[in-house]
């Protein structure tokens, strides 16, 4: 794994920025690295399934703060796992779920697209 | 019968094995499988397949929610990541 860095942010930041972002943005993905350079096989899949439908999804590098973003995430998901999807301010899935969806032929409507 | 499990927090390299009991003890008449999908010293990636009547009528977010909660305290720790797939018994 890539080393640890310095947290940018501390957790009052990250968990302004999570709330932030899932209020005003009606896609958004938290991931590791950017969607040029995604720093997970995870986040890389997330991050393309999402931009199959949607070209205005907003993200968040989560490696700028990481443990800092994992908790402020699990209120809002119930989970600290990277990536997670939200729409409209809700939770919609890792990259397992949003490759079930994409299989289901449901993420699309999930995505509001 | 329910077997004690090592306290949270206390670093314990996790077997595919130990995952299936984790998760059939939490979730209802949980099936789970369990397997590493990359390379063999990679110890901290899983496949998960969890087959329960739970899930039926449930969303995605929510079948997910309760195997993480199974896993609660490892994710991320001792196991990196999962790949999972829920579904109900045929």
Not at chain 1, 14 to 34: N, P, S
Not at chain 2, 57 to 73: P, R
Request: proline content about 6%; some cysteine.
């Amino acid at each position: 794994m890539a080393f640890e860095q310095e947290p940018e942010y501390s957790a009052a930041e990250a968990e302004d920025i999570v709330e932030r972002t899932i209020e005003q943005h009606e896609v958004a993905l938290f991931m590791k690295g950017t969607p040029m350079m995604p720093q997970c096989g995870y986040s890389r899949k997330a991050i393309k399934l999402l931009q199959l439908h949607r070209d205005d999804v907003e993200t968040v590098d989560i490696l700028q703060a990481t443990e800092q973003f994992r908790a402020a995430l699990k209120p809002h998901s119930g989970r600290e796992t990277i990536p997670q999807a939200f729409v409209d301010g809700e939770f919609v899935g890792g990259s397992d779920i949003l490759e079930q969806l994409h299989e289901q032929d449901d993420l699309a409507d999930t995505l509001n697209a | 019968m329910v077997s004690v499990l090592p306290a949270w927090g206390y670093r314990h390299r996790m077997e595919p094995d130990d995952i299936e009991a984790l998760i059939e003890r939490t979730v209802p008449d949980a099936e789970a499988t369990v397997k590493t999908p990359r390379d063999p010293d990679d110890d901290k990636h899983f496949a998960i397949e969890v087959v329960s009547p739970a899930f039926a009528g449930e969303t995605l977010v929510d079948q997910h929610q309760l195997v993480h909660d199974a896993l609660d305290g490892r994710l991320t720790k001792d196991i990196h990541a999962i790949e999972l797939r829920t579904r109900t018994p045929e």
